[in-house]
Nanobody, 118 residues
């Protein structure tokens, strides 16, 4: 069972930056590299939405609302995926979740709160 632990959330002013990390455990670096990784977020009263994803090969995909502001990356040796968030806006306020996915396997972290004040 893969365990995912997010960190790096917090309170930041509009225009500020945060870097989220998601560390995987109970898995080897090689097996971690087999997973596509993603960051999702869920704001109060809204559905969970995909923010950014990165494939096993390093290809990235972003929600239109964060393109040019957020960057996802992964370090397979450290079994960690990152989300660099810049030019944050109040509408980015949400709980951010890390996801690891491959055929027949889908794991989620517990989430980290990001709050952007105006």
């Amino acid at each position: 069972q893969v365990q995912l632990v997010e960190s790096g959330g917090g309170l930041v002013q509009s225009g500020g930056s945060l870097r989220l990390s998601c560390a995987a455990s109970e898995i080897t670096p090689i097996r971690f590299s087999f997973y596509a990784m993603g960051w999702y977020r869920q704001a109060p009263g809204k559905q969970r939405e995909l923010v950014a994803s990165i494939t096993q090969g390093g290809s990235t995909n972003y929600a239109d609302s964060v393109k040019g502001r957020f960057a996802i990356s992964r370090d397979n040796a450290k079994k960690t995926v990152y989300l660099e968030m810049n030019s944050l806006k109040p509408e980015d306020t949400a709980v951010y979740y890390c996801n690891a996915k491959k055929p027949k396997a889908d794991y989620w972290g517990q989430g980290t709160q990001v709050t952007v004040s105006s």
